[in-house]
């Protein structure tokens, strides 16, 4: 199948504002465009309904000519390989914009210099943008042009101006001695109108499984408008990583979630496997894929309990709680731990599932079976939690 094929035409849509299009593979395709191109080409995507946006990602390639410059690089010429090289050389950042379809995906690039980079916000075409910009502004230091809101969402608001964690050039103590910022007001169509009142929750409440300050505008018990506040646990995992080998990096991703550490680390995994060409044994896919739902199971009795008390359906938060035990101690028998499974290895995995380990397995999910059923007649027909849940928080556009 063609990428072509695969992105139904997509290629002649955005050729207006395109520099350079590049199939990566039958699901992957590359397009790259201006910072004037960008909105216009989004919009274009939008117009056709092809997917969603992801992610936007920064690349920062450092302040020097790094790239080797002898005849490899001359014979890749004209491929992503010789893109990335002349962009590594000439410095600057790139910023990418991720469109997922199914397993397709189509990422923007916008290559900018190192002085000065600016792109225009997307918020006004996918609203759900605004975040990824702000993390991209707050930690690369690129300008976001007309953002409506221009408070941090990430770092702390006294973080030291100018100092980008996620540039190649920032280092551990670099904000050491450094004037603080100013915290940004909030903007003035912000500030209120009568009968409109700003309601702020967090960033410590009950409500809240972790830290995060969310700003609620409400008229009456209409909300009409919302911003968050995240970062209070920000790790610096990504930065962390660039310091780490290759095996090092696998227990550092398994411990950005406690309740998906497996699947983290998995996507590091096949990301490393397949930068290096390396195949994985089926039986070891098998095993990762076990593992993966697995967790996905004990997730979603996590989740279901978490609803159900803050529906106040207490009671059906402590039964699913109680079944999930049931996940966890298979986790436990089969690797040794409950959350930190530590599974996956480069080009495979670190336990094999016994005849006992299967027989186990299919014991507590023949037994989860019946019970998840017995939890969808009940969310579906309990009058108190439909009443509690239905039609309540309804987003409008």
């Not at 690039?109 to 910009?133: C, D, F, G, I």
């Amino acid at each position: 199948m063609s990428a072509d094929t695969t992105f139904g035409g997509m290629t002649e849509l955005l050729k207006p504002w395109t520099i350079v299009s590049r199939p990566v593979s039958d699901t992957r395709l590359e397009v790259e465009t201006t910072p004037t191109g960008i909105v216009p080409a989004v919009g274009a995507l939008k117009s056709a309904q092809w997917g969603f946006l992801s992610a936007i990602t920064g690349l920062d390639h450092g302040t020097a000519a790094k790239a080797d410059t002898g005849t490899a690089a001359k014979a890749d010429t004209g491929t992503a390989a010789a893109a990335e090289s002349g962009a590594a050389r000439n410095g600057g950042f790139e910023v990418l914009y991720h469109f997922c379809r199914g397993p397709s995906v189509l990422t923007f690039r916008v290559k900018l210099p190192r002085e000065a980079p600016a792109v225009p916000t997307l918020s006004a075409v996918v609203p759900s943008a605004l975040m990824y910009e702000k993390e991209l502004a707050e930690t690369f230091g690129v300008t976001i042009e007309g953002i409506p809101d221009r408070r941090r969402q990430f770092l702390s608001d006294d973080w030291p101006t100018n100092l980008y964690p996620m540039r190649k050039d920032f280092s551990p103590g670099s904000a050491e001695g450094l004037a603080r910022a100013a915290p940004v007001a909030l903007p003035v169509e912000r500030r209120g109108t009568p009968g409109t009142f700003i309601v702020p929750i967090g960033p410590q409440h009950p409500a809240l499984k972790e830290p995060g300050h969310f700003e609620l505008t409400v008229d009456g018990e209409i909300v009409t408008h919302a911003s968050i506040r995240l970062g209070y646990v920000h790790r610096g995992i990504e930065k962390g990583a660039e310091d780490r080998s290759w095996v090092h990096n696998i227990y550092l991703m398994e411990r950005i979630c406690g309740i998906c550490s497996h699947i983290h680390s998995t996507a590091y995994a096949l990301g490393v496997e397949k930068l290096a060409g390396t195949a994985v044994p089926p039986r070891a896919q098998a095993i990762r894929t076990i593992f993966a739902e697995m967790e996905r199971i004990h997730s979603h009795l996590l989740w279901l309990g978490v609803a159900a008390h803050e529906a106040g359906f207490d009671t059906l938060f402590m039964y699913s709680w109680r079944d999930r035990e049931t996940i966890m101690d298979l986790l436990e028998e089969i690797s040794g731990n409950r959350v930190n499974y530590s599974v996956n290895l480069l080009g495979g995995v670190k336990y094999d599932i016994d005849g006992k380990g299967a027989d186990s397995l299919r014991r507590g999910l023949d037994f989860l079976e019946k019970r998840t059923r017995h939890y969808l007649q009940i969310v579906t027909s309990d009058e108190s939690f439909l009443r509690r849940t239905r039609g309540v928080g309804a987003i409008t556009f």
